[in-house]
């Protein structure tokens, strides 16, 4: 472990931790940042009034559009010459996010992240190669700080220039790989391509992490790649990567470093605090980052949380790996449907390869979804007839499992675009 006295500290004790970080916050925002104090002052609720960690609830929200209105540095604590970094998350629409550090946000940032990269199995004798994008996205330099002061030796090659990446990976002897899973998908595909066998080099360990992802995909990229798949998840609003992270126990849960943020689950259309193990909206607390600490910021992505002693040692909270973002669901026929329960689904079928898109059209006056996947090669060979009973029984499958009909289409081998980041898989036809 990187911080065994965080990562292993009792409830209690925790618990005591977070309520004082709480109090410092909400004093620290309410004084610095008139958003928040008019919000505060609209519910009528004062820093003073968190006497208790179940107090946070009577804070406001923020969220994703209270950022963009502020943009850039209107939700900022600090006066600028405090900062020593800025990120932004590119954002598809409309104006980006910022992430504003000062200089004991960055050291904290690295902290998370070394303990992330420490539970994941990396070390100081690790050769690690940073593909992740290097600039704005936090992933990059994220991933980079946290090696850094774990010791590794760093091959910052950013995402892109695939086999170059193979290339240098035989070269250096590369051990871990920081990517997106998609990514790792492109460079294992394109390894095979090029005659290299991706299992046989000396790389052990991936951490991937920036988009979603099934427990089938993670086993997916291990079996292609040889390595063991761990993961990290985190939002460039609350610091980037580091919010949460795999362990060895490998459950499909994730550890937050809750001593940083606190973690609600909340119903996202009453906006109701759900207890422990309800599936619903996770919120984030900031509780130690000075220059913009986010209150209650809902994140839009869906999960559920679990307070138990981990086998891995570690008594951190624990979130289930994220099911998708509330944006991302579809709602077809009347049923919620995310694309992750498509993607386990097609990733159990021997015929297809994990390379899909989902696409919603209008159907009169309904919504109809439609999955196009990537037939193997041998597969797609074999012929229509062949494409057209594969076809089917993913159709069944859906059926059965998710209880919706869809059209699902085999397309030719490497004609969905390949990611070289966060992969863009569901297409809404409905507003072309
Ligand atoms: O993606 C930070 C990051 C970089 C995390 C590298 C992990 C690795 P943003 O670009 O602001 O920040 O996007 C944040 O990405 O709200 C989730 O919807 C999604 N996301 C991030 N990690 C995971 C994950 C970075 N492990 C948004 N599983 C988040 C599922 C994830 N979704």
């Not at 001593?259 to 607390?285: N, R, S």
Request: hydrophobic residues 40%; aromatic residues 8%.
């Amino acid at each position: 472990m990187w911080d065994e006295k965080f990562e292993t500290m009792s409830t209690d004790q925790m618990q005591a931790f977070q309520l004082a970080k709480l109090k410092e916050t909400a004093a620290w925002v309410y004084e610095r940042v008139p958003f928040y104090k008019k919000k505060f002052d609209e519910l009528g609720v004062e820093p003073g009034d968190i006497k208790a960690l179940q107090d946070l609830g009577k804070l406001p929200f923020t969220v994703k559009t209270d950022l963009r209105d502020n943009y850039p540095f209107g939700l900022c604590a600090v006066p600028m010459s405090q900062l020593v970094r800025i990120h932004a998350s590119s954002g598809t629409t409309g104006k980006p996010i910022t992430g504003p550090y000062t200089a004991e946000d960055l050291d904290q940032w690295t902290e998370c992240m070394a303990r992330n990269l420490t539970a994941a199995g990396v070390t100081p004798t690790d050769i690690v190669q940073n593909a992740y994008g290097m600039g704005l996205f936090t992933g990059g330099l994220g991933f980079h700080q946290g090696a850094s002061r774990i010791g590794c030796a760093i091959v910052p090659t950013g995402s892109g220039m695939t086999e170059r990446q193979i290339t240098l990976m035989q070269d250096f002897a590369t051990t871990v790989l920081f990517s997106t899973p998609s990514y790792a998908l492109t460079i294992a595909e394109k390894a095979s391509e090029i005659g290299v066998d991706i299992r046989k080099l000396p790389m052990r360990v991936g951490v991937f992490g920036a988009e979603p992802w099934t427990e089938e995909m993670r086993r997916e990229i291990e079996d292609r790649m040889g390595i063991k798949a761990m993961e990290a998840y985190g939002l460039t609003e609350l610091m980037g990567p580091g919010v949460s992270f795999s362990c060895p126990a490998q459950d499909g849960y994730l550890h937050i470093n809750e001593d940083h943020v606190l973690a609600e689950i909340i119903d996202p259309v009453t906006e109701e605090v759900l207890p422990l193990g309800a599936k619903g909206e996770l919120v984030f607390t900031a509780i130690q980052r000075r220059a913009m600490p986010v209150i209650r910021y809902r994140t839009r992505d869906i999960t559920e949380l679990k307070r138990e002693k981990c086998s891995c040692g570690r008594t951190l909270l624990k979130m289930k790996k994220v099911f998708g973002r509330s944006d991302d669901m579809l709602i077809i026929s009347g049923v919620n449907v995310f694309p992750s329960q498509v993607e386990s689904i097609l990733l159990e079928v021997a015929e297809v390869e994990p390379q899909y898109v989902l696409i919603i059209r209008k159907k009169g006056y309904l919504d109809a979804l439609s999955v196009d996947v990537e037939a193997k090669p041998e597969v797609y060979d074999l012929g229509e007839e062949k494409l057209h009973e594969v076809e089917k029984k993913i159709e069944g499958r859906i059926r059965g499992v998710i209880g919706i009909g869809v059209k699902v289409r085999c397309v030719p081998p490497k004609s969905i675009e390949r990611s070289e980041g966060k992969a863009k898989r569901v297409f809404d036809a409905r507003k072309l």
